[in-house]
């Protein structure tokens, strides 16, 4: 088969590393990523700075002088641009036509790199974010009561706090052009890279981005681990549930070994998929006590963890599960031919992955982040396929899914 996630790889002089992904598409989509987010926001640094950063650099340049005039010209033809702030980076990002994409793409650096910051404009973001704090911060870092006591009162999944990602009030008050000149001297860092797909030439790229001047910078991180804050099984009432819902879920200290964080993510995939997953079939097929089970897992530099969601009926389906759950994993894990099955079912479906130019980027991007280089399709395929030793998914159940390490919690209907 063919690879589809192989990126050509151009380091410049100026340590800028650029990822490109020439396709056959009649569009462009250029992310730009400086190394430096959230977390960063550690003093003298004033709280929420890179974050009001990314506003402003995205109001006005040196190329783009007017008020919101870079973003007219994208989206007047069609195009799209944003940015984001995270704890450990800040992306922008275009999407254009092929054949605008020269000048959108100068317009980008130009934004990033060449911003123009006014009073009057630091003025306007302030009222702006301060709404934008308050959309988020009642469940914070949840979307609602139970999501929020998951990520602090079950684990604690802190990240950044509300105030050290967008500012306190005071914080917001007191920016000035001063903050916004002195954090954006951070950006130009010698770890930027930039993703590239679809069809552009590469040496325009190249040549646009070897102008920048970088600098080694190394700026000091808050942004605690994620940890247990009640392992042990416990209950908890709240408002906005309507079905006795158990959690049972991990910590994963190996965040950098591909391997290791794959075998957790498919053996989750083996026990609740709703083809042939273990628990599934068992909770719905045979019991009729689920529409549904669901999982996630979360990976990021600070940690990971990974959490299974039985929504249930009542407390004596819970009890049930709970004294048959490892039992079946177990059972599950030793049964060579399901664990075959499950391989070629992952491999068929393959076949589906990194069809679209965002998919290839959003993966090459993810790769980069969590483990400091892109594997290729063939490599994480070859990855999956040695899960067929079954001694090694015993390994890594001990290790992060046995009952001296996993974590419980049953939310109930108020």
Same mark, same amino acid.
């Given at each position: 088969?063919?690879?589809?996630?192989?990126?050509? %790889?151009?380091?410049?002089?100026?340590?800028?590393?650029?990822?490109?992904?020439?396709?056959?598409?009649?569009?462009?989509?250029?992310?730009? +990523?400086?190394?430096?987010?959230?977390?960063?926001?550690?003093?003298?640094?004033?709280?929420?700075?890179?974050?009001?950063?990314?506003?402003?650099?995205?109001?006005?340049?040196?190329?783009?002088?007017?008020?919101?005039?870079?973003?007219?010209?994208?989206?007047?033809?069609?195009?799209?641009?944003?940015?984001?702030?995270?704890?450990?980076?800040?992306?922008?990002?275009?999407?254009?036509?092929?054949?605008?994409?020269?000048?959108?793409?100068?317009?980008?650096?130009?934004? /990033?790199?060449?911003?123009?910051?006014?009073?009057?404009?630091?003025?306007?973001?302030?009222?702006? +974010?301060?709404?934008?704090?308050?959309?988020?911060?009642?469940?914070?870092?949840?979307?609602?009561?139970?999501?929020?006591?998951?990520?602090?009162?079950?684990?604690?999944?802190?990240?950044?706090?509300?105030?050290?990602?967008?500012?306190?009030?005071?914080?917001?008050?007191?920016?000035?052009? #001063?903050?916004?000149?002195?954090?954006?001297?951070?950006?130009?860092?010698?770890?930027? $890279?930039?993703? /590239?797909?679809?069809?552009?030439?590469?040496?325009?790229? $190249?040549?646009?981005?070897?102008?920048?001047?970088?600098?080694?910078?190394?700026?000091?991180?808050?942004?605690?681990?994620?940890?247990?804050?009640?392992?042990?099984?416990?209950?908890?009432?709240?408002?906005?549930?309507?079905?006795?819902?158990?959690?049972?879920?991990?910590?994963?200290?190996?965040?950098?070994?591909?391997?290791?964080?794959?075998?957790?993510?498919?053996?989750?995939?083996?026990?609740?998929?709703?083809?042939?997953?273990?628990?599934?079939?068992?909770?719905?097929?045979?019991?009729?006590? /689920?529409?549904?089970?669901?999982?996630? $897992?979360?990976?990021?530099?600070?940690?990971?963890?990974?959490?299974?969601?039985?929504?249930?009926?009542?407390?004596?389906? /819970? *009890?049930?599960?709970?004294?048959?759950?490892?039992?079946?994993?177990?059972?599950?894990?030793?049964?060579?031919?399901?664990?075959?099955?499950? +391989?070629?079912?992952?491999?068929?479906?393959?076949?589906?992955?990194?069809?679209?130019?965002?998919?290839?980027?959003?993966?090459?991007? #993810?790769?980069?982040?969590?483990?400091? *280089?892109?594997?290729?399709?063939?490599?994480?395929?070859?990855?999956?396929?040695?899960?067929?030793? %079954?001694?090694?998914?015993?390994? +890594?159940?001990?290790?992060?899914?046995?009952?001296?390490?996993?974590?419980?919690?049953?939310?109930?209907?108020?």
């Amino acid at each position: 088969m063919k690879d589809r996630l192989i990126f050509e %790889t151009v380091r410049l002089p100026n340590g800028i590393t650029v990822y490109s992904y020439p396709t056959d598409v009649p569009f462009v989509d250029a992310r730009i +990523i400086i190394p430096l987010g959230s977390a960063h926001n550690v003093a003298p640094i004033r709280q929420g700075s890179f974050h009001f950063l990314e506003h402003m650099v995205l109001n006005r340049s040196k190329m783009n002088p007017e008020l919101d005039s870079f973003s007219k010209i994208i989206g007047q033809s069609g195009g799209r641009i944003g940015g984001s702030t995270y704890p450990f980076k800040t992306v922008y990002d275009v999407e254009v036509k092929h054949d605008l994409f020269e000048n959108a793409f100068g317009g980008l650096v130009s934004q /990033v790199f060449e911003p123009i910051f006014t009073k009057e404009d630091i003025e306007n973001e302030i009222g702006v +974010i301060k709404n934008e704090r308050r959309r988020k911060e009642r469940f914070f870092p949840g979307n609602n009561k139970l999501g929020k006591y998951l990520l602090t009162e079950w684990m604690n999944d802190p990240l950044c706090p509300m105030t050290q990602r967008l500012g306190s009030d005071a914080d917001l008050e007191a920016m000035n052009l #001063s903050d916004m000149l002195k954090v954006h001297e951070y950006y130009f860092n010698d770890q930027i $890279c930039v993703f /590239v797909g679809g069809k552009f030439e590469i040496d325009s790229v $190249c040549k646009k981005l070897s102008k920048i001047e970088t600098r080694k910078i190394i700026l000091p991180e808050d942004c605690s681990k994620i940890s247990w804050k009640k392992r042990e099984y416990h209950e908890s009432k709240f408002d906005d549930v309507n079905r006795y819902t158990y959690y049972f879920g991990g910590l994963n200290e190996s965040v950098n070994d591909l391997r290791e964080t794959s075998a957790i993510r498919f053996i989750l995939n083996l026990l609740v998929n709703h083809i042939q997953g273990s628990l599934y079939n068992w909770l719905r097929n045979e019991k009729g006590w /689920v529409y549904e089970i669901g999982y996630l $897992c979360h990976l990021e530099k600070n940690g990971s963890y990974w959490k299974i969601f039985f929504p249930v009926n009542n407390e004596e389906q /819970v *009890k049930i599960i709970r004294d048959e759950l490892h039992s079946k994993i177990v059972d599950t894990l030793k049964n060579s031919d399901l664990v075959e099955k499950e +391989i070629n079912r992952l491999r068929s479906k393959s076949v589906f992955f990194y069809q679209t130019l965002d998919q290839v980027l959003n993966e090459g991007i #993810s790769f980069h982040d969590d483990y400091g *280089k892109i594997f290729t399709e063939l490599e994480y395929l070859s990855i999956m396929e040695s899960f067929a030793d %079954t001694d090694y998914l015993m390994k +890594i159940y001990e290790k992060h899914m046995s009952p001296g390490v996993t974590g419980e919690f049953l939310a109930i209907p108020e």
